[in-house]
């Protein structure tokens, strides 16, 4: 049996030059795979444009294929072996094409044992484990289950990437400290052990007001197929911002693809990052306290420094002496409330799915909802590829047009554009 693979091995993705056939655009390409659901550029296969490769492994289904920006509903999903035995997931298409961009979403990876669709952080940190050759003791990762079993992601791993980087991807945008085996919410917890003078010789604290924000910008429900987030938010602290002004932050969580979630995690994420924190330095702390850990939480009550829950950050022990060099976080205030300021959504189009329009003298009304219904205001609105203009606060956009149908190509800064077909 082969060793596992090191953290810092890069993940065993296939090339495209591993298949038998592949149409040479896609030299180079690596083979993706794909956990929960999560919307991909599959890679060509034939000569004709009928078969596209869109994981490298089986899945779960296909939720939507679109060719040339448009949904299609004629394809078909084969998971078949290739000519080296290894399973994969074949998009075949009833009307070929070379010249269109195809884009798939996928209900990605199912757990090898339970056949369940692999979308919490937990689980795809677990599987990625596994074939990177790890076997894992059943309590591993029990913290992303606790703190983040409700979290639904999609994610597509596509990329040369070491195994460290792919579970960072996954773990640190949710807010998220981790170790090999563990992980928790970037937040104190029960203390480990107590620094007070009977086990700490030195000890110091200073003030840190370089990591401050009130303010943030969200982006999250990544595309891999349009290369940009189809969603974002705006977030503050209001009484942060009254003390410390507007101090803004970028909070991406590509992998995260509800509102739910996102508004969740990115709350936590600014209410972390709106107060001051104190840095606290400690050396010569007395291994009589037990063992210590990067990320476990300890009391700190001692006479030089501010007391309080800190969460260790760095964590050195000479064994020879007995001692641990230590350094930890605590804030200095308690969190303050966060208020979701604006929310907007690239729509993500259905088949059925339409503008509602009004029609009067020539003019057709178009109002731009989003995926929760919601107007949306500025967005650029170009009729047929010839005109464009912005929608209003009510998300409505006016063209001179006659009545027929008719293409609205709907695009946000940072988003990926969107076509909707319409019959005025």
């Not at 299609?72 to 290739?82: A, H, N, P």
């Not at 677990?126 to 074939?131: D, F, G, I, V």
């Not at 050195?316 to 001692?323: F, M, Q």
């Not at 731009?368 to 009729?383: E, F, K, N, R």
């Amino acid at each position: 049996m082969a060793a596992p693979l090191l953290y810092s091995d890069k993940l065993p993705l296939r090339r495209v030059e591993d298949l038998p056939l592949y149409r040479t655009e896609a030299a180079g390409r690596m083979l993706p795979w794909v956990f929960g659901r999560a919307t991909v550029n599959p890679v060509p296969l034939d000569l004709l444009g009928a078969e596209w490769l869109v994981a490298d492994h089986p899945i779960a289904g296909i939720d939507r294929v679109t060719v040339g920006g448009l949904p299609t509903e004629g394809w078909q999903l084969v998971q078949q072996l290739d000519a080296t035995d290894r399973p994969i997931s074949v998009l075949r298409l009833a009307q070929p094409t070379t010249a269109l961009a195809v884009a798939v979403t996928v209900a990605g990876r199912r757990h090898p044992d339970t056949g369940e669709l692999l979308a919490t952080p937990a689980a795809i940190v677990r599987e990625l484990l596994r074939l990177c050759g790890h076997t894992e003791p059943r309590d591993a990762w029990a913290g992303l289950d606790a703190d983040y079993g409700q979290t639904t992601l999609g994610i597509v791993f596509g990329d040369e990437v070491a195994l460290r980087e792919a579970i960072a991807a996954v773990v640190e945008p949710l807010g998220a400290m981790w170790r090999p085996g563990w992980a928790t919410r970037r937040a104190p917890g029960l203390p480990a052990a107590t620094l007070d003078p009977s086990v700490v010789e030195t000890i110091t604290a200073r003030a840190d007001n370089t990591r401050l924000f009130t303010t943030a910008r969200v982006t999250y429900a990544y595309d891999w197929a349009a290369g940009a987030a189809r969603a974002s938010m705006n977030l503050a602290a209001p009484q942060a911002v009254n003390v410390w002004g507007d101090l803004p932050m970028q909070i991406d969580l590509p992998a995260v693809r509800t509102a739910r979630d996102a508004l969740a995690i990115a709350s936590a994420r600014l209410a972390d990052a709106a107060r001051a924190r104190w840095v606290l330095d400690a050396s010569d702390v007395s291994d009589r306290v037990g063992e210590l850990l990067v990320g476990m939480t300890v009391q700190v009550s001692h006479p030089h420094v501010p007391a309080g829950l800190a969460v260790l950050t760095s964590v050195t022990l000479d064994r020879e002496r007995g001692a641990y060099t230590l350094k930890a976080e605590m804030h200095s205030t308690s969190a303050p409330r966060v208020d979701l300021v604006r929310r907007g959504s690239a729509l993500v189009p259905s088949p059925t799915q339409a503008a509602p329009i009004t029609y009067r003298d020539g003019v057709a009304t178009f109002t731009i909802l989003d995926d929760l219904g919601q107007p949306m205001a500025g967005a650029a609105v170009t009729l047929d590829g010839l005109v464009t203009a912005n929608t209003n606060p009510l998300g409505q956009v006016q063209f001179r047009t006659p009545r027929g149908a008719h293409t609205l190509t709907v695009r946000m800064p940072g988003f990926a554009p969107l076509q909707l077909e319409v019959v005025v």
